[in-house]
């Protein structure tokens, strides 16, 4: 599942296929969007907190990240990755896509 829940947030941000990016933490990762219709991402090296690492793309992994590593270690091994809060909700409605009714 942890491809899975990356590959949702591909499909929510394409601009951000080939980069490494981390998906856990909180709501204010949530991404912003600007005036000129692009969206400002955070950045991992910016995250406080406790919090652990609920997946990351492969460019991610390269890097060292891996699910269920804390976001500090994981913050200085890529502290230039794209930071992106968990949505369960997201991944259930996608999950759903590929689900047939019986």
Do not use: C, H
């Amino acid at each position: 599942m942890d491809a899975f829940y990356a590959s949702v947030e591909l499909l929510r941000y394409p601009e951000l296929r080939g980069q490494p990016v981390v998906i856990g933490g909180g709501r204010d990762a949530a991404p912003e969007m600007l005036p000129d219709g692009t969206r400002r991402f955070a950045k991992l090296r910016d995250y406080v907190g406790r919090g652990v690492v609920t997946t990351s793309t492969y460019d991610a992994r390269a890097l060292g990240v891996f699910s269920a590593m804390g976001m500090m270690k994981a913050a200085k091994l890529a502290p230039d990755a794209i930071l992106l809060p968990t949505d369960f909700d997201s991944y259930r409605r996608y999950s759903r896509l590929f689900v047939s009714p019986r």
